[in-house]
């Protein structure tokens, strides 16, 4: 019972560097997200899929990238790393509207200093 | 806009009760609340559509008023294992299953 399965689990970035940050699901779920959480505070969706393709921008886009070449994985790209990068990455899974339900990778803690 | 979640914080102790608001001010389709424990990620709790029932799961329950965009989550009889901070996931009609997500409420249960 694999789930969401999100790597690396922690990472310093000097600024401006990039990286990767993987995503991958084994629950055949079309809809998959990127979010971010500060210290404190909520969920903010970077970017979400609707399937293999098929990608949106959510509420904070900016200095993120991402693709979706096959359902199972959801990379979200850094670019350029800034300080305001600093944060908990969430990724997320769900079978779709008839079944919402959204669920959670363990995280990635990403520290950019 | 996010949803405003209040308190904030709350502290009880074992077996008592708490009530956390969601409050919108945009019309919504479904209301979700998810758990987080510390250094975990969130959990699903619950989901209320518009139009439908109050749910339940053990003693945490919920409703959604559709005419007041506002949504509450009740825990009775509280345990420690409630503890955590919870959210609220807003979805309005048309976002195609996009959550946005409230504050955070803090609930600490002590012995």
């Known amino acids: 019972n694999a789930g969401v399965t999100q790597t690396p689990k922690f990472r310093i970035l000097k600024i401006g560097q990039s990286m990767t940050l993987q995503c991958t699901q084994d629950?055949?779920?079309?809809?998959m997200y990127w979010y971010r959480q500060d210290p404190g505070m909520g969920l903010k969706l970077i970017y979400y899929?609707?399937?293999?393709?098929?990608?949106d921008k959510g509420e904070v886009p900016n200095g993120y990238n991402v693709s979706r070449s096959t359902t199972e994985d959801f990379p979200l790209r850094l670019e350029l790393a800034a300080p305001s990068q600093t944060s908990v990455y969430f990724c997320?899974?769900?079978?779709?509207?008839?079944?919402?339900?959204?669920?959670f990778g363990a995280g990635t803690r990403l520290s950019v200093l | 806009q996010q949803p405003v979640q209040s308190p904030q914080a709350v502290i009880l102790r074992e077996g008592e009760d708490a009530v956390i608001n969601c409050s919108s001010s945009?019309?919504?389709?479904?209301v979700h609340w998810y758990r987080q424990k510390h250094g975990e990620a969130p959990v699903f709790l619950m989901i209320?559509?518009?139009?439908?029932e109050q749910k339940g799961h053990e003693k945490i329950s919920a409703s959604f008023n559709e005419k007041k965009q506002q949504s509450s989550l009740y825990l009775t009889a509280s345990q420690l294992s409630y503890s955590g901070t919870y959210f609220c996931?807003?979805?309005?009609?048309?976002?195609?299953?996009?959550?946005?997500f409230g504050g955070g409420t803090r609930l600490m249960v002590k012995p």
């Open positions: 997320a899974s769900s079978p779709g509207t008839l079944i919402p339900i959204q669920y």
């Open positions: 629950m055949n779920h079309n809809y």
């Open positions: 899929s609707v399937g293999a393709g098929i990608t």
């Open positions: 945009k019309a919504l389709y479904s």
């Open positions: 209320l559509l518009k139009g439908g």
């Open positions: 996931g807003t979805e309005t009609d048309n976002a195609g299953n996009m959550l946005t």
